[in-house]
T-cell receptor, first 115, second 117 residues
Framework: AQKVTQAQTEISVVEKEDVTLDCVYETRDTTYYLFWYKQPPSGELVFLIR??????QNEISGRYSWNFQKSTSSFNFTITASQVVDSAVYFC????????????FGSGTKLNVKP | DTEVTQTPKHLVMGMTNKKSLKCEQHMGHRAMYWYKQKAKKPPELMFVYSYEKLSINESVPSRFSPECPNSSLLNLHLHALQPEDSALYLC????????????????FGNGTRLTVT
């Protein structure tokens, strides 16, 4: 079974704080793909990152960084020095190699960044 | 700016109306998707078209009828909807492919916010 859990329903921080959004996944596939999406109030889901299961290298993109740990089945997302524009709902998602058109989304974490 | 365009942005329809949602992409993607999203919930897959053929139907009621006229266009025809069908309808596209470097991400449109009265 494929499943993604985002235990944090809502997080509030003050601007310039660092914040980490947790994502834990379950899959029986040995090859799979993990994604993070951002959904601002406007509604569009914006793709942020894709990570393959065979590549555990962490990634940094500006203020964003991702920590992939297969040992704990986690793919956490950290925003450094948060800004008000980071306020959005963030979804973690999983897809498998053989069922690549099906994306399993977590329930989402709403991030509120206050000035 | 999004590369997947959805129209209309907002739609209000009665339960006896027939309407259509439209989606267009020019990224050369050969997989297109319809998702339904209720407030404070993740997107829920409805249909997938791969190379213009319906490949996944997630047991969606027949009052929703998808159509893929060509590789760039995707429609969702609506008929006799219920108030509980009110939601944000998202179109997405992706490349089709398998392999260690594949599983292309979804690229979403801005969505159509549908209200059924």
């Amino acid at each position: 079974a494929q499943k993604v859990t985002q235990a944090q329903t809502e997080i509030s921080v003050v601007e310039k704080e660092d914040v980490t959004l947790d994502c834990v996944y379950e899959t029986r596939d040995t090859t799979y793909y993990l994604f993070w999406y951002k959904q601002p109030p406007s509604g569009e889901l914006v793709f942020l990152i894709r990570r393959n299961s065979f590549d555990e290298q962490n990634e940094i993109s500006g203020r964003y960084s991702w920590n992939f740990q297969k040992s704990t089945s986690s793919f956490n997302f950290t925003i450094t020095a948060s800004q008000v524009v980071d306020s959005a709902v963030y979804f973690c998602a999983l897809s498998g190699l053989y069922n690549f058109n099906k994306f399993y989304f977590g329930s989402g974490t709403k991030l509120n960044v206050k000035p | 700016d999004t590369e997947v365009t959805q129209t209309p942005k907002h739609l209000v329809m009665g339960m006896t109306n027939k309407k259509s949602l439209k989606c267009e992409q020019h990224m050369g993607h050969r997989a297109m998707y319809w998702y339904k999203q209720k407030a404070k919930k993740p997107p829920e897959l409805m249909f997938v078209y791969s190379y213009e053929k319906l490949s996944i139907n997630e047991s969606v009621p027949s009052r929703f009828s998808p159509e893929c006229p060509n590789s760039s266009l995707l429609n969702l025809h609506l008929h006799a909807l219920q108030p509980e069908d009110s939601a944000l309808y998202l179109c997405a596209s992706s490349q089709v492919g398998r392999g260690r470097s594949s599983n292309s991400p979804l690229h979403f449109g801005n969505g159509t916010r549908l209200t059924v009265t």
